[in-house]
């Protein structure tokens, strides 16, 4: 880490602790994600980083969200974790023909923060380093209409902007088709640039074997152009942390 960004992440630390908060157990790694996230600016970041522990002591009081709160939304089985890729990022994949739009809002948000929380706590060795990240794919083959639901992609992909900064590696859209290229458009608007920069709609062979390479065959499945199975979420069991 240079000698810019420790000087940035201590009067950042300072800031935090006039704003009536503590960085107590936060190491640099961690910090520096909202950091990088709000461009380096230390004030902007230590606002972010408060309203982050508040609405995580807030919405998360017991510092995770049960599977028993999210049991509908698990029981489609509509998201996998795979383990991790070439580089170590655990890997989500969501079905997108096995989700309907949630008639209870509040309820999804719990899962939204539930299985954010478990992939990236499935890419911890030992212990939370702080600066772990994970990849996202999206799987559109086979939705219809009934499908569709820009409300809860742009809810996700709010969460991680302003609650999981700097934890998105790369989200990859496949199987898109035609008449979601609208929603698409729509989704986009709510995302920031550095958000969408991570975005790779995946859509000739080119680019399908680009991202077999990228992500890695042993942890995509058969379907993708790997040799894995499919692994539910909530089949997914993770080692206790160490202290």
Same mark, same amino acid.
């Given at each position: 880490?240079?000698?810019?960004?420790?000087?940035?992440?201590?009067?950042?630390?300072?800031?935090?602790?006039?704003?009536?908060?503590?960085?107590?157990? $936060?190491?640099?790694?961690?910090?520096?994600?909202?950091?990088?996230?709000?461009?380096?600016?230390?004030?902007?970041?230590?606002?972010?980083?408060?309203?982050?522990?508040?609405?995580?002591?807030?919405? =998360?009081?017991?510092?995770?969200?049960?599977? /028993?709160?999210?049991?509908?939304?698990?029981?489609? +089985? +509509?998201?996998?974790?795979?383990?991790? /890729?070439?580089?170590?990022?655990?890997?989500?994949?969501?079905?997108?023909?096995?989700?309907?739009? %949630?008639?209870?809002?509040?309820? *999804?948000?719990? *899962?939204?923060?539930?299985?954010?929380?478990?992939?990236?706590?499935?890419?911890?060795?030992?212990?939370?380093?702080?600066?772990?990240?994970?990849?996202?794919?999206?799987?559109?083959?086979?939705?219809?209409?009934?499908?569709?639901?820009?409300?809860?992609?742009?809810?996700?992909?709010? *969460?991680?902007?302003?609650?999981?900064?700097?934890?998105? %590696?790369? $989200?990859?859209?496949?199987?898109?088709?035609?008449?979601?290229?609208? =929603?698409?458009?729509?989704?986009?608007?709510?995302?920031?640039?550095?958000?969408?920069?991570?975005?790779?709609?995946?859509?000739?062979?080119?680019?399908?074997?680009?991202?077999?390479?990228?992500?890695?065959?042993?942890?995509?499945? =058969?379907?993708?152009?790997?040799?894995?199975?499919?692994? %539910?979420?909530?089949?997914? =069991?993770?080692?206790?942390?160490?202290?």
């Amino acid at each position: 880490m240079d000698q810019n960004t420790q000087l940035k992440l201590t009067q950042m630390r300072n800031i935090i602790q006039n704003l009536g908060s503590s960085t107590e157990n $936060c190491g640099d790694l961690m910090l520096e994600r909202f950091l990088i996230a709000r461009s380096m600016d230390p004030n902007k970041a230590a606002k972010m980083f408060v309203t982050w522990q508040k609405w995580r002591a807030s919405f =998360v009081p017991l510092g995770y969200i049960p599977d /028993s709160e999210v049991m509908d939304q698990l029981d489609a +089985k +509509k998201i996998y974790l795979q383990g991790l /890729s070439k580089d170590g990022h655990p890997v989500m994949i969501v079905k997108g023909s096995k989700h309907y739009p %949630a008639k209870d809002q509040p309820q *999804f948000k719990k *899962f939204v923060v539930h299985l954010l929380d478990k992939v990236i706590a499935s890419g911890f060795k030992g212990k939370e380093i702080g600066n772990e990240k994970l990849i996202g794919v999206l799987d559109l083959d086979q939705i219809g209409y009934k499908n569709v639901d820009a409300r809860a992609l742009i809810t996700g992909f709010q *969460f991680l902007q302003a609650y999981y900064p700097e934890r998105l %590696a790369k $989200c990859y859209l496949l199987n898109m088709p035609w008449f979601f290229v609208s =929603v698409w458009r729509l989704v986009s608007k709510f995302l920031e640039k550095a958000t969408l920069e991570k975005i790779i709609i995946v859509s000739n062979d080119e680019e399908k074997s680009q991202f077999v390479k990228d992500v890695g065959e042993d942890v995509l499945p =058969v379907e993708y152009g790997g040799h894995a199975k499919l692994v %539910a979420i909530q089949d997914v =069991v993770l080692p206790p942390l160490e202290d």
